[in-house]
């Protein structure tokens, strides 16, 4: 099971951080990520992180969002600084094992 928290409503320019718990999957053995979905839009990569905990982003949150894991906590969080109203979406955590599994969503919105 994945269980993300830490949505909200935010103005634009501020912060929010992302946490997803996962359990269920020896946690330390695969890569984690983040994807979000808008309205009417699919559903997107925002970043993910490797076991070795290299990461990769999307090129309209690099600079501004950070991936990281707690292999031990058994935690993927994303931080997510000056914020854009075209980052509101609902934010999903996936974990990739023999297949994919994904969290149930966090409402992220960023007024303007």
């Known amino acids: 099971q994945l269980q993300a928290s830490g949505g909200g409503l935010v103005q634009t320019g501020g912060s929010l951080r992302l946490s997803c718990k996962v359990s269920g999957i020896n946690f330390r053995l695969f890569p984690v990520g983040w994807y979000r979905q808008a309205p009417g839009r699919q559903r997107d990569m925002v970043a993910t992180?490797?076991?070795?905990?290299?990461?990769n982003y999307t090129d309209s949150v690099k600079g501004r969002f950070t991936i990281s894991r707690d292999n031990v906590r058994r935690n993927v969080y994303l931080q997510m600084n000056s914020l854009k109203p075209e980052d509101t979406a609902v934010y999903y955590c996936?974990?990739?094992?023999?297949?994919?599994?994904w969290g149930r969503g966090t409402q992220v919105t960023v007024s303007s």
């Open positions: 992180i490797e076991t070795d905990h290299s990461r």
């Open positions: 996936k974990i990739t094992s023999h297949k994919d599994y």
